[in-house]
């Protein structure tokens, strides 16, 4: 049987259409749309694998789920109900749960080419002005403080650290992750998209302390 795209697109809508931290389903799609774009530069990559796990990202993430375990095996039941192949399975699996920023901040995953395309897509989703929107979605959704300039921003980050959202504030996260995101995409394509949202994302940051200490 032929895999079931529609009925695993139809789930990925489902599961994220609701949620209020900057994963909804819009984001989905976005990352669906630019890796997409990608895959066209890269023809070796399967496309049903890429995409599907474009659309499945984050329907396990940690951050966003209860119980990671039981989210996945959920997952791996439902992409068998939807005759995708075992191998088919082993490589989207590998790909969701080795691709996030957080997972990647000590131990750094060699993903296959069809997963670096879903890194990289998701990434450039996490910069620039629609970045910008989804730090501080973000950032209100977990209670995180917008700025302290008592808070430095934290170095040698680990996934722990990451999670402590007490000891950060939003305008740290850019120092923390978002600006170093240009640099950690892994095609050529990707990184020249990052290079107009990364000049965004220093511009906004220049302003946003300028209006902070009342010098605009």
Same mark, same amino acid.
């Given at each position: $049987?032929?895999?079931?795209?529609?009925? $695993?697109?139809?789930?990925?809508?489902? !599961?994220?259409?609701?949620?209020?931290?900057?994963?909804?389903?819009?984001?989905?799609?976005?990352?669906v749309?630019?890796?997409?774009?990608?895959?066209q530069q890269?023809?070796?990559?399967?496309?049903?694998?890429?995409?599907?796990?474009?659309?499945?990202?984050?329907?396990?993430?940690?951050?966003?789920?209860?119980?990671?375990?039981?989210?996945?095996?959920?997952?791996?039941?439902? *992409?068998?109900? #939807?005759?995708?192949?075992?191998g088919?399975?082993?490589?989207?699996?590998?790909?969701? +749960?080795? $691709?996030?920023?957080?997972?990647?901040?000590?131990?750094?995953?060699?993903?296959?080419?069809?997963?670096?395309?879903?890194?990289?897509?998701?990434?450039?989703?996490?910069?620039?002005?629609?970045?910008?929107?989804?730090?501080?979605?973000?950032?209100g959704?977990?209670?995180e403080?917008?700025?302290?300039?008592? *808070?430095k921003? !934290?170095?040698? $980050?680990?996934?722990?650290?990451?999670?402590?959202? +007490?000891?950060?504030?939003?305008?740290?996260?850019?120092?923390?992750?978002?600006?170093?995101?240009?640099?950690?995409?892994?095609?050529?394509?990707?990184?020249?998209?990052?290079?107009? !949202?990364?000049?965004?994302m220093?511009?906004? *940051? !220049?302003?946003?302390?300028?209006? #902070?200490?009342?010098?605009?």
């Amino acid at each position: $049987m032929k895999p079931d795209f529609n009925a $695993m697109k139809k789930f990925a809508r489902q !599961r994220m259409s609701q949620d209020r931290s900057g994963h909804s389903f819009d984001h989905v799609q976005r990352v669906v749309n630019t890796t997409c774009k990608l895959l066209q530069q890269t023809p070796q990559a399967d496309p049903l694998i890429t995409k599907s796990a474009a659309y499945l990202h984050d329907t396990i993430d940690d951050k966003l789920v209860n119980d990671p375990a039981k989210a996945q095996q959920d997952l791996i039941n439902k *992409l068998k109900q #939807w005759y995708y192949s075992t191998g088919q399975i082993n490589k989207i699996m590998l790909i969701i +749960t080795h $691709m996030s920023f957080s997972d990647n901040l000590q131990h750094h995953y060699h993903l296959p080419v069809e997963g670096q395309l879903v890194q990289d897509a998701d990434r450039l989703d996490a910069i620039g002005a629609i970045g910008i929107a989804r730090a501080f979605c973000f950032g209100g959704h977990v209670g995180e403080k917008m700025y302290d300039p008592k *808070l430095k921003p !934290r170095i040698h $980050m680990t996934k722990a650290k990451e999670r402590n959202y +007490t000891q950060g504030t939003t305008i740290n996260h850019f120092y923390e992750k978002l600006l170093k995101i240009k640099d950690d995409l892994n095609t050529a394509a990707a990184k020249q998209l990052a290079q107009g !949202r990364q000049e965004v994302m220093i511009r906004f *940051l !220049r302003e946003f302390k300028n209006e #902070w200490n009342g010098k605009e």
